[in-house]
């Protein structure tokens, strides 16, 4: 009996380490098998985070009684899109006076639902850019990445201006044309009005803060950088000289020839600087042939 005794304990042993390094097997396996899984899950993450759609809202200054303007940029920016951003275009102007012109904005906004009427009165330094960007928290269903404020005589390309803004800060961002033209620092001065871009917090930052509120007169440009300035905030500036500027031959040094990697061109105020910039561009390449009209650009 002793030796089948000892030969089924000897037998039980040997079951048991088996059964031990089969388990310690799995267990190594498993680890690596999560331990990959999750080094996969952070790397496609961050590869998702880099070429992750954002939202930029491009509020274009503008009057109300510019209907032309509005309808010719419609044009503009409904042929152009990107798919790394999410842009909405909306036009922003102050409260309605003029009988006429209430009538006409309402038909805009039943046809395209792209206009914003601040409660202010029309004015360029009196502070509509501080009711803009204030306002823009308690209004909107949904929050954006970045705020654009933009003249209605610039030309931006929308699709440059997103892949220049796709790898940069979310947060504490200032972005555009420092001023003055010569300048390359833009922790000097501030943007130019053609167009900057603000990051949503720094947007929320100026609804709350008594920083703004309480200087919102003067050259309303320069008031944001100064507010930045005087808070601590947008520690994260980038100007996108030299492809941000003024049409050639209008404003000395920022000013300079169209270039093919343009974002944006300032003082477009004929609009034979609007044909030239958007020939320059060749924004109507799409266009196909058609028995429907027979257009030449030769």
């Given at each position: ?109 039943l046809r395209f639902n792209d206009i914003i009427v601040l409660n202010c009165s029309e004015n360029m330094n009196s502070g509509k850019t501080y009711t803009y960007f204030s306002t823009l ?52 001065h501030y943007m130019s009005g053609m167009g900057f871009v603000l990051s949503w917090d720094l947007v929320e930052w100026i609804r709350r803060s008594n920083i703004p509120a309480n200087n919102t007169y003067g050259p309303e440009d320069k008031l944001v950088g100064q507010w930045l300035n ?69």
């Amino acid at each position: 009996m002793m030796p089948r005794r000892k030969l089924l304990l000897a037998s039980l042993s040997s079951f048991a380490i088996l059964i031990f390094i089969v388990f310690i097997s799995f267990s190594i396996r498993l680890n690596f098998s999560l331990t990959t899984s999750l080094t996969n899950t952070i790397l496609l993450q961050q590869a998702l985070q880099i070429n992750s759609q954002f939202t930029l809202l491009i509020g274009i200054f503008t009057r109300p009684g510019n209907f032309d303007r509005r309808h010719f940029l419609r044009l503009v920016y409904g042929i152009q899109s990107t798919p790394i951003a999410r842009i909405d275009v909306k036009f922003i102007f102050c409260n309605i006076t003029n009988s006429e012109q209430r009538t006409f904005v309402a038909l805009e906004i039943l046809r395209f639902n792209d206009i914003i009427v601040l409660n202010c009165s029309e004015n360029m330094n009196s502070g509509k850019t501080y009711t803009y960007f204030s306002t823009l928290p308690q209004i909107l269903p949904t929050r954006y990445d970045y705020v654009m404020k933009a003249d209605d005589d610039v030309y931006l390309r929308l699709a440059p201006l997103a892949s220049s803004l796709q790898s940069l800060p979310r947060v504490d961002l200032y972005y555009g044309f420092v001023i003055p033209c010569p300048s390359m620092n833009p922790f000097v001065h501030y943007m130019s009005g053609m167009g900057f871009v603000l990051s949503w917090d720094l947007v929320e930052w100026i609804r709350r803060s008594n920083i703004p509120a309480n200087n919102t007169y003067g050259p309303e440009d320069k008031l944001v950088g100064q507010w930045l300035n005087s808070g601590n905030k947008a520690k994260n500036r980038f100007s996108n000289k030299p492809k941000m500027y003024d049409y050639p031959g209008t404003n000395g040094r920022c000013s300079h020839e169209l270039i093919p990697n343009t974002i944006a061109v300032h003082r477009l105020k004929k609009w034979e600087q609007w044909i030239n910039v958007l020939r320059f561009f060749n924004v109507t390449k799409q266009l196909q042939p058609s028995s429907l009209y027979s257009i030449s650009f030769d």
